[in-house]
């Protein structure tokens, strides 16, 4: 979605799609690869152990759903379907910190070799 909002011109100064396009890249881009990457880069760098768990899908999937929400609202320029959409980015990247603090605690509970697939 950010390639072809970027392609019709909407990384240009001024364009009506700047924000969608924009958030598409630093969120949709960006965010996805830190979730994805978190629980790699996290364990090597602070020496915590976070096993994988399916519920790490759940912080992705509410961030891709809310940024659909405010790149429509930015394309058919809706303020309150961006705000909305907005706002529920935010409770994703929170979702995503209390999930990965969660697997952090959930770590220490049991010995290094387990919980790793």
């Not at 881009?29 to 096993?51: E, K, L, T, W």
């Not at 959930?106 to 290094?112: H, L, V």
């Amino acid at each position: 979605m950010a390639g072809l909002l970027g392609i019709a011109g909407g990384f240009s100064p001024g364009h009506p799609w700047r924000d969608a396009t924009l958030h598409a890249v630093a969120l949709g881009f960006v965010f996805s690869m830190i979730f994805g990457h978190a629980a790699i880069i996290f364990p090597a760098v602070m020496r915590v152990n976070i096993p994988y768990h399916p519920v790490f899908y759940l912080p992705l999937l509410l961030l891709h759903a809310s940024l659909t929400l405010r790149i429509f609202g930015g394309l058919d320029n809706q303020f309150a379907l961006r705000r909305e959409g907005g706002l529920i980015n935010a409770v994703a990247l929170l979702l995503f910190i209390l999930t990965l603090i969660g697997s952090v605690v959930r770590g220490k509970r049991q010995p290094a070799n387990q919980g790793v697939t």
